[in-house]
């Protein structure tokens, strides 16, 4: 049996760095899902993604959140960035995970990538969300761009940002 | 018009997997009213349906999901959905399917849903499912988490999926919607 769900790059941080990049994703899966569990250096912040280096205002994301003390949900349209957490739940104490499922990421009959989501921390600021997100663009996506919402704040090492392919029948 | 099972299990060699693709589905130009796997195999622990999907009618949205052609009032769900300005949770009980949890669905992008059925096999246990499911289209959106319970003890081996329809006649996906149906062991 062919191999389904296959893990095509993983990045361990032997030392703080602002910015993870997966890139040269070959376009032979039918969906991908990213792993991330991470801290930061300092402070506390959320999480970015950004396709194909598109640093335009191709983004939009809808939030499910729960903060502990209270249940919501909001969204952002036109905007610059995929967001994997609502609020700023990466920290520097306990690890943030997320796992988002990036569906059908190499089909360019399928206007705007689809990007769905779930999150959560125990951090200073804890919580956790679901979250459905779309890139307007029928590229297949072969960069990953991931960095958190701080201005040169470092990943920690430890973190941990790995990429599985899935592949379909 | 029905699209059954298109995917092929694996030959045999190989490496051994956990996570296998059972068989798949591409919607065509013609559009689908549902969606159906069949024969499904009882040796897996558990599968999961990794969907994308657009549908063509705002008033229609995720799958409704029925199993073994179970149409009578045999399902439960129960949700928690965020559409972008404020969170709810609500049930469906006595119901004729689980729902997906996206009732209006875009008909520019498309939605995806990811089903985990959790010991479909086992003949001793009602069978559960749960699933994440969401779609944006830079104007609006909705992020769906929902549990479902089919009250049968039967092993599943048909998933029919249809678009979620408010009105009549029933709704149908689009071209290039695509299912997608994993055994895991």
């Given at each position: ?10 990045n ?23 792993q991330?569990q ?30 502990g ?77 991931i960095?958190n ?21 | ?43 897996y ?87 994440l499911a ?13 549990s ?38």
């Amino acid at each position: 049996m062919p191999q389904t769900y296959t893990p095509i790059v993983s990045n361990t941080l032997s030392s703080g760095t602002t910015t993870v990049t997966f890139s040269s994703i070959p376009d032979t899966y039918t969906d991908l899902i990213l792993q991330v569990q991470a801290t930061v250096a300092s402070g506390n912040y959320g999480l970015k993604i950004q396709f194909n280096s598109d640093t335009g205002t191709n983004y939009s994301n809808c939030f499910l959140y729960g903060t502990g003390s209270a249940v919501g949900s909001t969204r952002n349209g036109t905007t610059n960035q995929i967001n994997l957490a609502y609020a700023a739940l990466l920290g520097a104490s306990s690890p943030w995970i997320s796992t988002t499922h990036i569906q059908s990421y190499a089909n360019t009959s399928v206007n705007g990538k689809i990007a769905i989501s779930r999150d959560g921390g125990n951090g200073a600021n804890a919580g956790t969300d679901a979250i459905v997100s779309l890139w307007r663009s029928t590229a297949a996506i072969n960069t990953i761009t991931i960095t958190n919402t701080g201005s040169g704040i470092n990943f920690s090492a430890g973190s941990i940002f790995t990429l599985y392919g899935i592949k379909a029948a | 018009m029905l699209n059954g099972l298109v995917g092929m299990l694996g030959v045999g060699g190989g490496v051994a997997t956990n996570f296998d693709s059972i068989a798949t589905t591409t919607v065509g130009a013609g559009g689908s009213s549902s969606i159906t796997f069949s024969s499904i195999p009882s040796t897996y622990k558990h599968l999961q349906i990794r969907a994308i999907y657009k549908v063509n009618n705002t008033n229609s949205g995720s799958s409704r999901i029925t199993f073994n052609s179970d149409t009578g009032n045999n399902y439960a769900s129960h949700y928690l959905l965020g559409n972008g300005s404020s969170a709810s949770a609500g049930n469906v009980t006595s119901n004729s399917y689980i729902w997906g949890g996206i009732g209006d669905q875009s008909t520019s992008y498309f939605g995806a849903q990811i089903i985990d059925i959790l010991d479909y096999a086992n003949t001793n246990k009602n069978k559960t499912t749960r699933s994440l499911a969401g779609v944006d289209d830079n104007s609006s959106g909705t992020a769906a988490l929902v549990s479902g319970v089919w009250l049968n003890t039967a092993a599943i081996t048909t998933i029919t999926l249809t678009p979620q329809s408010n009105t009549t006649p029933t709704n149908t996906y689009l071209q290039y919607s695509h299912f997608a149906l994993y055994g895991i062991r």
